[in-house]
């Protein structure tokens, strides 16, 4: 099938439109995903018996040749995966055909003898919900958090750059008390990295606890093992997890819900920054570079339009959708275990995916920005009644009670030129000459407090 034939049969735009996303989120999220960590779960778990448990059975293994157990795992492409799938056609299960695979398997190495433990005290979710936090671990470690910092640190770079180019602030949509654009990027950078480090913080847990989480089954053949700290030990040391010790049948997915609320905060930051882009963008505070033979418009040739910006919108709208619909259902499961999880746990990708193509959109439209400083500086100097502010806190400190209502009446809803302030500002007689000429001398551009120093403070 060509691949535009194939585009056009996708159902998701993370599998056509935008398979960039599928080509870098799919060794995680995908369904070969899912089942690569089955069998690497499965296979670690023989392993522990095999180390751990004091077995007649299992003391036939050389534990030398453990790699060609490991092996199983380590090695596992699609030919593995089919034959999964193929026995899944008859078992109409997706672990238990994992559990045969791997049988099968052993009996071609000549383990035929290890077969029974494959699987042994296990219920199908102690494979899944360690399987999915695996899945989860590796697709943030690997993808999502690098290319979320990246951008952070690109962001920071703006702020690093632009940390002396003055503009007019905007509260409510009004002119305000002008700041820098190197401070406004260097709170997003901020932002980001707290949102960013709000995710890496959380624990990532896993159960292994069999059928109602009490141990039952493994407990009855190995009355005489302490299972709550073999469990531990299991998934801290071979699977690299936090363990959960209180559960039903299932992980009670709750720090995913915080994982998939931390990706949504982040998210809703990105948004923030987009909006905020997208109106500098229409006031002329940024220009974006024409691309050669790029269109804006199918009508209106001379638009350059921030549709980067707005197909991150977009693609953020779909990934928090998604995580708030997965962070209340998860956490929901009719008494002991309802299978309400497993159909819900297979869109997680989508919602690292949707917000992986949103940053990479924001990245985009960034590229083609750059500062208007001859846009910067004309509003400035149209906006002279912005120091309005800092006269009535001078005059605050020489005890005025009412210079709040004096500047007030200068100023409020009037076009106030560059000398109808300084006109105002030499007037005032009860100044210190050093306080007067702080006034005096004082402009729009000059009036930024410590923007510039914002700008240049050290992020984590």
């Given at each position: 099938?060509?691949?535009?034939?194939?585009?056009?049969?996708?159902?998701?735009?993370?599998?056509?439109?935008?398979?960039?996303?599928?080509?870098?989120?799919?060794?995680?999220?995908?369904?070969?995903?899912?089942?690569?960590?089955?069998?690497?779960?499965?296979?670690?778990?023989?392993?522990?018996?095999?180390?751990?448990?004091?077995?007649?059975?299992?003391?036939?293994?050389?534990?030398?040749?453990?790699?060609?157990?490991?092996?199983?795992?380590?090695?596992?492409?699609?030919?593995?995966?089919?034959?999964?799938?193929?026995?899944?056609?008859?078992?109409?299960?997706?672990?238990?055909?994992?559990?045969?695979?791997?049988?099968?398997?052993?009996?071609t190495m000549g383990y035929d003898y290890l077969i029974s433990f494959v699987h042994i005290g296990c219920t199908s979710e102690d494979i899944n919900n360690t399987s999915y936090a695996c899945m989860l671990k590796y697709g943030l470690q690997d993808v999502w958090v690098p290319k979320a910092k990246e951008f952070?640190?690109?962001?920071?770079?703006?702020?690093?750059?632009?940390?002396?180019?003055?503009?007019?602030?905007?509260?409510?949509?009004?002119?305000?008390?002008?700041?820098?654009?190197?401070?406004?990027?260097?709170?997003?950078?901020?932002?980001?990295?707290?949102?960013?480090?709000?995710?890496?913080?959380?624990?990532?847990?896993?159960?292994?606890?069999?059928?109602?989480?009490?141990?039952?089954?493994?407990?009855?053949?190995?009355?005489?093992?302490?299972?709550?700290?073999?469990?531990?030990?299991?998934?801290?040391?071979?699977?690299?997890?936090?363990?959960?010790?209180?559960?039903?049948?299932?992980?009670?997915?709750?720090?995913?819900?915080?994982?998939?609320?931390?990706?949504?905060?982040?998210?809703?930051?990105?948004?923030?920054?987009?909006?905020?882009?997208?109106?500098?963008?229409?006031?002329?505070?940024?220009?974006?570079?024409?691309?050669?033979?790029?269109?804006?418009?199918?009508?209106?040739?001379?638009?350059?339009?921030?549709?980067?910006?707005?197909n991150s919108e977009a693609n953020v709208d779909m990934s928090n959708h998604i995580c708030v619909a997965l962070s209340n259902k998860l956490p929901k499961s009719r008494m002991q275990r309802d299978l309400s999880d497993s159909s819900s746990q297979r869109n997680l990708g989508l919602a690292f995916g949707y917000?992986?193509?949103?940053?990479?959109?924001?990245?985009?439209?960034?590229?083609?920005?750059?500062?208007?400083?001859?846009?910067?500086?004309?509003d400035l100097n149209e906006k002279w009644e912005v120091l309005a502010e800092p006269i009535q806190t001078m005059l605050r400190k020489y005890g005025v009670p009412d210079a709040y209502d004096t500047l007030k009446a200068l100023t409020r809803g009037k076009n106030i030129s560059k000398e109808d302030i300084l006109?105002?500002?030499?007037?005032?007689?009860?100044?210190?000459?050093?306080?007067?000429?702080?006034?005096?001398?004082?402009?729009?551009?000059?009036?930024?407090?410590?923007?510039?120093?914002?700008?240049?403070?050290?992020?984590?």
């Amino acid at each position: 099938m060509e691949n535009q034939e194939f585009e056009s049969l996708t159902l998701c735009p993370l599998d056509g439109r935008y398979s960039g996303i599928k080509d870098a989120l799919g060794e995680y999220f995908s369904e070969y995903a899912l089942v690569k960590y089955r069998v690497f779960v499965e296979i670690q778990w023989l392993k522990f018996l095999i180390e751990n448990i004091d077995s007649d059975i299992l003391a036939k293994f050389n534990k030398d040749d453990m790699n060609k157990i490991e092996s199983i795992s380590k090695d596992f492409n699609y030919d593995s995966f089919k034959a999964i799938k193929d026995i899944e056609t008859t078992t109409r299960h997706d672990v238990k055909a994992v559990e045969y695979f791997i049988g099968n398997t052993l009996k071609t190495m000549g383990y035929d003898y290890l077969i029974s433990f494959v699987h042994i005290g296990c219920t199908s979710e102690d494979i899944n919900n360690t399987s999915y936090a695996c899945m989860l671990k590796y697709g943030l470690q690997d993808v999502w958090v690098p290319k979320a910092k990246e951008f952070a640190d690109i962001i920071n770079k703006w702020a690093l750059k632009h940390k002396d180019d003055v503009m007019l602030a905007h509260t409510h949509g009004q002119p305000a008390t002008p700041t820098t654009i190197g401070k406004e990027f260097k709170v997003y950078a901020y932002r980001f990295m707290s949102s960013i480090e709000n995710v890496e913080n959380v624990q990532i847990k896993a159960k292994f606890n069999g059928a109602t989480g009490n141990y039952s089954a493994i407990l009855t053949a190995f009355p005489n093992v302490d299972w709550q700290v073999m469990a531990k030990k299991f998934v801290e040391e071979y699977l690299g997890l936090t363990f959960n010790p209180l559960t039903t049948q299932i992980e009670s997915h709750d720090y995913t819900c915080h994982i998939l609320d931390g990706i949504r905060h982040f998210n809703n930051v990105l948004v923030d920054f987009d909006v905020d882009m997208w109106l500098y963008i229409s006031m002329e505070y940024f220009k974006q570079i024409p691309v050669k033979g790029e269109v804006g418009s199918s009508t209106m040739p001379h638009k350059v339009n921030p549709i980067r910006f707005e197909n991150s919108e977009a693609n953020v709208d779909m990934s928090n959708h998604i995580c708030v619909a997965l962070s209340n259902k998860l956490p929901k499961s009719r008494m002991q275990r309802d299978l309400s999880d497993s159909s819900s746990q297979r869109n997680l990708g989508l919602a690292f995916g949707y917000s992986l193509q949103a940053i990479n959109e924001t990245m985009n439209g960034l590229a083609k920005c750059v500062v208007n400083k001859d846009k910067l500086a004309a509003d400035l100097n149209e906006k002279w009644e912005v120091l309005a502010e800092p006269i009535q806190t001078m005059l605050r400190k020489y005890g005025v009670p009412d210079a709040y209502d004096t500047l007030k009446a200068l100023t409020r809803g009037k076009n106030i030129s560059k000398e109808d302030i300084l006109e105002f500002a030499e007037s005032l007689e009860m100044l210190s000459d050093e306080d007067r000429a702080t006034l005096v001398n004082m402009t729009p551009a000059s009036y930024i407090g410590l923007a510039d120093k914002l700008a240049d403070l050290k992020l984590k």
